[in-house]
């Protein structure tokens, strides 16, 4: 298996611009998370799905951000407008979980956001 | 709020030495303690687990360490080696939420 794979792995773009950053969980995978990773405020959990339906997306920062899972093998993060503030590292990640996150999850290999 | 409070925030140790972090916690609903490993790029990878029914868990050269009563874990690293440098971080999970702490920056020197 590949991994989780995620595009795409840099993107730069301007203040007031849409960003739409991409997901492919692993195959069987019945959880898919989005991690936001900081130097102030490390990694912070954004959103959820199981199932391909969000359980908890209390970690989304503002309306500008929204996530979809149209189907098991595609997730998209979307910001729009973005602003600087934005700038991070956007990881995916996915688990084969049950119905409890106790289980290992793997992490792709991040998307570098950079908003001028 | 800060779910899970991680430190040290960076760590340095000489080569066979042993690596010591600490993470706190609040909330005892939290009853599964993972440790990810990050190397620079990349994205973090489950390192090793423990749930509160045990003190202790050990796998290798890295074990994990566990006070209930104190609502403390520490991830000890035995003969640290320059292989072993990355930012780890702790997380603690009620099974439907899940914090990770701020991470500490490891450097094992030659």
């Known amino acids: 298996d590949a991994g989780v794979i995620q595009s795409p792995r840099h993107e730069v773009t301007e203040m007031g611009q849409e960003v739409t950053l991409r997901c492919k969980p692993i195959s069987g995978h019945d959880y898919l998370f989005w991690y936001r990773q900081t130097m102030m405020r490390g990694l912070e959990l954004l959103i959820y799905?199981?199932?391909?339906?969000?359980?908890?997306d209390s970690g989304m920062p503002e309306d500008r951000f929204s996530a979809k899972m149209p189907n098991a093998s595609f997730s998209t993060l979307k910001i729009q407008p973005s602003e600087p503030r934005d700038s991070a590292v956007y990881f995916c990640a996915s688990s084969f979980g049950g119905t409890i996150l106790y289980n290992e999850q793997f992490f792709g290999p991040g998307t570098r956001l950079t908003v001028l | 709020q800060q779910q899970v409070k991680q430190s040290p925030q960076s760590l340095i140790v000489q080569k066979g030495g042993i690596s010591i972090i600490n993470c706190a916690y609040e909330?005892?609903?939290?009853?599964?303690f993972p440790w990810y490993q990050q190397f620079p790029g990349k994205g973090p990878a489950l390192l090793i687990a423990i749930r509160p029914d045990v003190s202790e868990k050990k796998e290798g050269r890295f074990t994990i360490s566990f006070n209930k009563s104190a609502k403390q874990f520490s991830l000890h690293i035995m003969d640290s080696q320059p292989g072993d440098s990355a930012t780890y971080f702790c997380a603690a999970s009620t099974g439907n939420q899940f914090y990770f702490g701020t991470g500490t920056s490891l450097t094992v020197i030659p």
């Open positions: 799905f199981n199932n391909n339906v969000p359980i908890d």
């Open positions: 909330n005892t609903a939290f009853d599964y």
